[in-house]
């Protein structure tokens, strides 16, 4: 029993005030804002770096045709023009941006030159583990498993994002 396992720990249950609320259900009061938090908050900056990096790196071209020539699949809205010429973003753009925007982004990085190849392997390891862990956090359900890809995805993040 529940009794029986908290003896067996020693630990103690600690009462929750929402448990004894009429209609509330402490499991559902914080639900994290995807749209706000990910989206708006990490993706915009990762935005912003990537479009610089681009730039500097003479690629923001092909990265544009690669990202007005991805065809559409099911539940994805396809984007329809080049990245540069998106002037606002909604959610459900927002929502596309982290599906597609680590291969469109391998894809314009493609071919570096000799003393391009360390910063673009950098650059691909800080966008792949930011959109894997928007990707990862989004789960119903964390384990220990998963929550440790998220801290493994936050380490390699921080390491590789000076590359911007």
């Given at each position: 029993?529940?009794?029986?396992?908290?003896?067996?720990t020693s630990a103690r249950p600690v009462p929750c005030i929402?448990?004894?609320?009429?209609h509330v259900e402490a499991y559902d009061l914080h639900r994290p804002d995807i749209l706000h938090n990910i989206y708006i908050g990490?993706?915009?900056?990762?935005?912003t770096w990537i479009e610089g990096f681009l730039q500097r790196h003479g690629k923001a071209t092909v990265f544009?045709?690669?990202?007005?020539?991805?065809?559409?699949?099911?539940d994805f809205y396809h984007p329809g023009k080049a990245y540069r010429q998106v002037t606002q973003w909604s959610g459900k753009e927002m929502?596309?941006?982290g599906r597609i925007i680590y291969p469109a982004?391998?894809?314009a990085l493609h071919n570096p030159l000799p003393r391009q190849r360390v910063v673009f392997r950098k650059a691909l390891a800080c966008v792949r583990s930011l959109v894997y862990w928007s990707l990862v956090v989004q789960y119903r359900i964390q384990t220990t498993e998963t929550l440790?890809?998220?801290?493994?995805?936050l380490e390699e993040f921080h390491a590789t994002k000076d590359v911007f």
């Amino acid at each position: 029993t529940v009794e029986d396992w908290f003896d067996s720990t020693s630990a103690r249950p600690v009462p929750c005030i929402f448990w004894d609320l009429p209609h509330v259900e402490a499991y559902d009061l914080h639900r994290p804002d995807i749209l706000h938090n990910i989206y708006i908050g990490m993706f915009d900056h990762l935005m912003t770096w990537i479009e610089g990096f681009l730039q500097r790196h003479g690629k923001a071209t092909v990265f544009d045709q690669i990202w007005s020539n991805i065809p559409p699949y099911p539940d994805f809205y396809h984007p329809g023009k080049a990245y540069r010429q998106v002037t606002q973003w909604s959610g459900k753009e927002m929502r596309n941006f982290g599906r597609i925007i680590y291969p469109a982004f391998a894809a314009a990085l493609h071919n570096p030159l000799p003393r391009q190849r360390v910063v673009f392997r950098k650059a691909l390891a800080c966008v792949r583990s930011l959109v894997y862990w928007s990707l990862v956090v989004q789960y119903r359900i964390q384990t220990t498993e998963t929550l440790n890809y998220l801290a493994d995805y936050l380490e390699e993040f921080h390491a590789t994002k000076d590359v911007f």
